[in-house]
């Protein structure tokens, strides 16, 4: 039984700084493209960022170009996402998700995913 299991998220002041994780289990890890999305209140869920199976490749949408950054340790099955000045439209829960795609940023090209991680930015 494939598990992303998120953790990390929580209260933050604007302009603060959240590493969120998520360790998978019941899957080979390192055959799995990785990604972050979020959906926040009233909104679709959205792509944030997403990294390639070695960790050589990574693609930010532009909500986070600058300030995120995502990475991989594939021996601890585990996916990172360092969020740095963050700011009240940041707010959602965030969701990571494993996909057998080449590049994928959009939900259905999605497998699996966890049950997410909230975060909130109060300003």
């Known amino acids: 039984q494939v598990q992303l299991v998120e953790s990390g998220g929580g209260l933050v002041q604007a302009g603060g700084s959240l590493r969120l994780s998520c360790t998978a289990s019941?899957?080979?890890?390192?055959?799995?493209?990785m990604g972050w999305f979020r959906q926040a209140p009233g909104k679709e869920r959205e792509f944030v960022t997403g990294?390639?199976?070695?960790?050589?490749?990574?693609y930010y949408a532009d909500s986070g170009k600058g300030r995120f950054a995502i990475s991989r340790n594939n021996a601890k099955n585990t996916v990172y996402l360092q969020m740095n000045s963050l700011n009240a439209e940041d707010t959602a829960v965030y969701y990571c998700a494993a996909s057998n795609w080449v590049g994928p940023k959009r939900l259905e090209e999605y497998d699996y995913w966890g049950q997410g991680t909230q975060v909130t930015v109060s300003s």
């Open positions: 990294i390639s199976r070695s960790g050589g490749s990574t």
């Open positions: 019941g899957l080979t890890f390192s055959s799995f493209y």
